[in-house]
């Protein structure tokens, strides 16, 4: 027979005591707001999980550190554009993942000539590309690299890997950042890919038939005689099959739920009771306490502002900055949003010395929405109206706290209805120079081309893709793309 102590006992009874109230509270709780007792206890359960910050860097660098894309190149002429959904996305990921790794710990660096890119970009590659620039001292967050080192790149905004490249055996990477281009050379080692395994990868494209085969600006232009500036590495197709299918997509603007505590919970977390809440005249949900004030719109805008602002604060350490925007955003897009549409890092500004930006937007199977310059908050908002958002989140932060963010709520559903839309590269030149009067191309100058998404209205509809050119200034073109007629 066990025999356990009265004071044990009493311990035991005490602990159950202390949990059934927890409980009874959270039930009365739950009624007193009409909803069912489950609903409590998700959210609940939910966040704490969510705000565990034991493992924030790992979910925040799989699900934010991805490459807008990856761009596998055989050599000769031929180009293939590997999808996030296709398991060699996340192959050739993560070994590009391991040489950051190794580059950002190691001295291993040589800076070379910038303008030897151009050559670069020909061979047998494997390019990653984001959309801009990330500060290395966030890469190293990401990838939980300690120290620093004012050898390697402050931003690393494409990686290209020439698996045979050195006549050593070695696999060899160049890192391009905003301005600067620089070497490094490894060893392959025991569990990396071998040069047979990345050649494997190349046989695999080329054998597939009904992927679309893109050129590079350079190799259509060897010799620079464009009349109009274009970087060297822009992806086009000026042959082989002449349309592709592009999903369709619904959207829509606003939270997924309604009810205003359920909200407070969501956006508020564990702090909802420190707010006062209320719905103004315009039907906004506002939230407000001394220093704080959300605001939700009708039309989908949570608008948040730190009254005091920043002027007192440093902004810390860019990791932990992100850190704090990486939970709140993932709070708001778990709990009150419905999208089929992902998020992607698109700027970094750390020009205040009180905080850094970090600006979003909505990706849809690898293309990114863009959010029309003409676009406007519905007329009932009147202190909005007129308001323009070109991206779906802003959010200045620094290792402290949040300071302000807007984030345009816009909820997108694939249709099933796949179509298929010209792709070639002279035909969308035309549209662009009909649609602005584009008289000389020596006046035309692009940074980018690339197919995306654009909502253009101020109310859900369904859109196909759209072309847009972007202008060195910041400034872009776009024009649909035409779509195929039936026969």
Wanted: contains cysteine; aromatic residues 14%.
């Amino acid at each position: 027979m066990i025999y356990i102590s009265k004071e044990k006992v009493k311990s035991i009874v005490l602990a159950l005591l202390i949990l059934s109230s927890i409980i009874q509270v959270g039930i009365l709780w739950v009624y007193q707001s009409h909803r069912l007792p489950f609903n409590f206890f998700s959210v609940v359960f939910n966040r704490n999980n969510m705000n565990d910050t034991t493992d924030i860097g790992k979910k925040a660098k799989n699900e934010i550190f991805i490459p807008y894309r990856i761009i596998a190149s055989n050599g000769n002429d031929a180009h293939w554009l590997i999808k996030e959904e296709e398991d060699i996305f996340y192959k050739l990921w993560d070994e590009g993942q391991e040489y950051l790794k190794r580059i950002l710990s190691s001295d291993n660096v040589q800076a070379v000539n910038v303008n030897m890119w151009d050559n670069l970009v020909v061979r047998k590659s494997f390019l990653f590309e984001f959309r801009a620039g990330i500060k290395t001292s966030l890469v190293k967050w990401f990838l939980n690299i300690a120290g620093t080192s004012s050898e390697h790149p402050e931003s690393i905004y494409k990686i290209l890997i020439l698996p045979d490249e050195d006549i050593n055996k070695n696999n060899t990477v160049y890192i391009l950042s905003e301005k600067n281009l620089y070497k490094y050379v490894f060893p392959f080692q025991k569990n990396d890919m071998s040069v047979e395994d990345y050649n494997g990868i190349i046989r695999q494209l080329e054998a597939d038939r009904s992927l679309v085969q893109y050129n590079i600006i350079k190799e259509i232009d060897p010799e620079n005689k464009f009349p109009f500036k274009i970087p060297p590495d822009v992806l086009c197709v000026v042959s082989g099959p002449k349309y592709r299918k592009f999903t369709t997509v619904t959207y829509s603007f606003g939270e997924k739920v309604s009810d205003i505590e359920e909200v407070a919970a969501i956006i508020l977390a564990n702090e909802k009771e420190s707010y006062d809440r209320y719905i103004d005249r315009n039907n906004t949900l506002v939230f407000k306490n001394l220093n704080n004030t959300y605001r939700l719109y009708s039309n989908g805008l949570l608008e948040y502002k730190y009254v005091p602002g920043a002027g007192d604060q440093e902004k810390g350490d860019i990791g932990s900055a992100f850190e704090k925007a990486y939970i709140f955003i993932s709070r708001i897009k778990n709990y009150l949003m419905n999208t089929e549409a992902g998020l992607h890092l698109v700027k970094i500004k750390d020009d205040n010395p009180n905080y850094y930006e970090f600006i979003f937007e909505y990706m849809i199977d690898g293309y990114p929405v863009y959010i029309s310059n003409n676009i406007e908050m519905k007329e009932e908002v009147e202190e909005k109206k007129g308001a323009q958002f070109k991206n779906a989140i802003s959010i200045k932060v620094n290792s402290r706290r949040i300071i302000e963010s807007n984030w345009l709520l816009i909820n997108f559903d694939k249709n099933r209805d796949n179509r298929e839309y010209n792709v070639y590269f002279e035909d969308m030149l035309n549209e662009i120079s009909k649609k602005y009067s584009i008289q000389r191309l020596s006046d035309f100058a692009v940074k980018n081309i690339m197919v995306v998404y654009m909502i253009d209205s101020g109310i859900g509809k369904k859109i196909g893709p759209v072309w847009v050119v972007e202008k060195p200034d910041g400034g872009y073109y776009n024009v649909p793309m035409i779509q195929k007629k039936d026969d």
